[in-house]
């Protein structure tokens, strides 16, 4: 029987995987993961690419993948280097006559492939199982992808094809056959990366793998039964079941965007269609949006001035960027996302939609810094959905709608009316009545004793109105050189 190697990369599950089962089909599928050296790298500012909690939930995502394969009677074989070095000489040590493997999206992963596929003694065959649309399947090709969303949007509704996902193997037979070691689960510590201590503050215990992935599902979508108000919901920063809290699943693809949409359809049909069914949807059509963006535009979704080509003056000020991250920039609600952020890997769309807009638009800082943050930071971080959202706050994104800023004061009051997010996070406002914690700048001399009872807390880095304000005019003076930003719904 015809050796196949299964090279899997940010696809770490065995439902809905479709070259694990064309490889099943055609001969003996040998499930194989290479641990990349380039992943460990720092990013271009010098910190890690891949940040504890990142690694933490990669790891056990890898673990479980494993013990999937194992109880379908096979395993995977771990191996560390690049794949362009692994998988040629795999093939001559196993005498496999093909590889199997799904294409990524972004500039990095497709130049991989190019060199995977160029050092290979054997064919290579490519599928696709990244986003919720097969890009086949659009109404248009990838290289006419409306810059607009709204458009997109519409054109894509006006048609949908979405591919049924693909039962799991029920046995991957073969592995007998082989001599071979497994290899290792990588350790963590061998790379440097000391996982922190769990906080019991965070918002949802996340685990990394397939497994915890399709538990989250079934518990959002069916025990909680959430799916019917999540478009009340989705912007809480709180509770667990206020949003999916999929991302991280769907980054390292332990779970697929058609699980998701085919357990929509079923919640829909057998309980409520709503604004709410239709928004998670919608949700998903946003990642898919930034993913063939990042196809159609390659590695300008990177560039400074963005896909509008907007040169703006940005700061790399690394001082106040770095209160930025540690969250000491004087206004809680920023404050407490960045304390979250780091101590947990994960915070809510609306506290990264503040935080990005703090950053590009009362400081000034070049929105590469805060994508990179993220990047190391986010357990569900995937270059086009953050690299998107960045461009997007930072004004110089396709879809992007000018010079929008959040009001910090406004979004707090809207959000976290009574304080419970912040006093989670910054323990030295716990104590502050609800009204006066979002503006504890405001506080009396008596007030500051009495109430600021676990520290001291930072005075604001700059004023909110006069930074907006002179960014705005900075915005408005690079735009008037380059082509107008177009405007919108979203
Ligand atoms: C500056 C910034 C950076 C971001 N970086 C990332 C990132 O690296 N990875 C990532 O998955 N999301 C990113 N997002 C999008 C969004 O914040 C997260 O997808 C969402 O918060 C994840 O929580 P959830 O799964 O509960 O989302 P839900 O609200 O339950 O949404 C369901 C799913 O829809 C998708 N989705 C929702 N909102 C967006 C969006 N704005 N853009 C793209 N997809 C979306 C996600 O896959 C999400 O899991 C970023 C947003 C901003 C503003």
Redesign the pocket.
Known sequence: MARILVWFRNDLRVHDREPLVAAVQQGIAIPVYCVDPRQFENTAFGWPRLGPHRARFWRESLADLRSHLQSRGTDLLIRVGTPETVLPALVQELGAERVLAESEIATEERAIERAVAAALPCPIQWFWGRTLLHPEDLPMDVSRLPELFTSFRKEVEASWTVRSPLPAPARIPGWDTLTVEPGPLPNLEDWGIAVPPVDDRRVYPFVGGETAGLARLQEYIWERDRLRCYKET?NGMVNADD?????PW??LGCVSSRQVWQEVQRYEAERVANDSTYW?IF??L??DY?AFIARKHGSKIFRREGLLGIDLPWSQDAGLFQRWCNGETGYPLVDANMKELQATGFI??RG??NV?SFLTKNLNIDWRMGAAW?ESW?I???PC??Y???TY?AGVGNDARGFRFFNILKQSQDYDPDGTYVKRWLPALAELPSHKVHTPWQLLPVERQRWLTHGVYPSPIVDLGESAHQNEALYQKAVGKAPKPRRSRR
């Open positions: 989705r949003s999916s809290k999929l991302s769907l980054a998670l949700e998903l946003w990642r930034f809510s769309n990264r939609q990005a993220f986010l569900d971080y995937n959905s953050n998107g959202n960045w706050a």
